[in-house]
Structure formats: C-alpha cells, structure tokens
C-alpha cells in the first residue's frame, strides 16, 4: 500500500511538471498556418516588440479568370482598434511590429493559406 501512495505521488508530480513546461511553451503569441478568413489570437502588452513570419502555403484562385493572382493578403489589427498591418505577399516575408497598444491582437490571411508566426524580437 505504502509503495502504492510513493508511486501515484511520483506519478501526480511528474504529470504536473509536464503540464507546467507546456503552459511555459505556449507563450501566446501566433505559431500556426491559417487560412482563408480564419483568426490568430494573440494578446501584447504596448512598446512590445514582435517579429511576424509568413510564408505562402496556397493562394485562392481568382474568381475572374483573366485575373491571376500570386499573394494572399495579411492583416494585423488590435481587437479593438482596427488594423495595424496589411500586406499583400508572395514571397516569404519577415517584419518587425512595435506594438502600440495592449490588449487582444488579431492575424488575418484571405485569398489562400500562409504560415505565420508571431514571437518577441530577440
């Protein structure tokens, strides 16, 4: 019985040191491939500085035929201010953003799918 309690007690650490390195991996920012209108949240605190990675993954075929298009379009913006950052991109791209005000953050990609990621600048 006593081995028992030592054994789930070790067991009941363990699991909560894994839960903890999780929680310290995601650190909230954006590390993910999103694609026609769907949202990355994120939130930042004012005077932060993050660099923003995107990459093509697929671009929507133009409803127009004599229309071709190369780019997906990009949009940063504070949940409630509005946009901070639009971008047309066709080529692998990489910027860096001073955030100006905290709060919620939002990523956006219409016209196709990208790979996009948000992290602190180093």
């Known amino acids: 019985m006593y081995r028992r309690a030592v054994l789930a007690s070790s067991t009941t650490i363990l699991l ?3 839960s903890e ?3 310290m991996k995601d650190d909230g920012y954006v590390d993910e491939t999103l694609q026609d209108e769907q949202t990355g949240e994120f ?4 005077g932060e ?3 923003v990675s995107i990459e ?3 671009v929507a075929e133009a409803d127009d035929e004599q229309v071709q298009s190369d780019a997906i379009s990009f949009r940063l913006d504070h949940a409630d201010d509005g946009p901070i950052l639009t971008r047309s991109v066709s ?3 990489t910027l860096d953003v ?4 905290s709060g919620t953050h939002l990523v956006i990609v219409t016209n196709g799918a990208a790979d996009v990621t948000i992290e602190p600048s180093e």
């Open 56 to 58: 093509n993954v697929d």
């Open 98 to 101: 001073t955030i100006e005000k």
């Open 43 to 46: 939130s930042a605190e004012a």
């Open 21 to 23: 390195l999780t929680s």
């Open 91 to 93: 080529e692998p791209e």
């Open 16 to 18: 909560a040191g894994c």
């Open 49 to 51: 500085e993050l660099t």
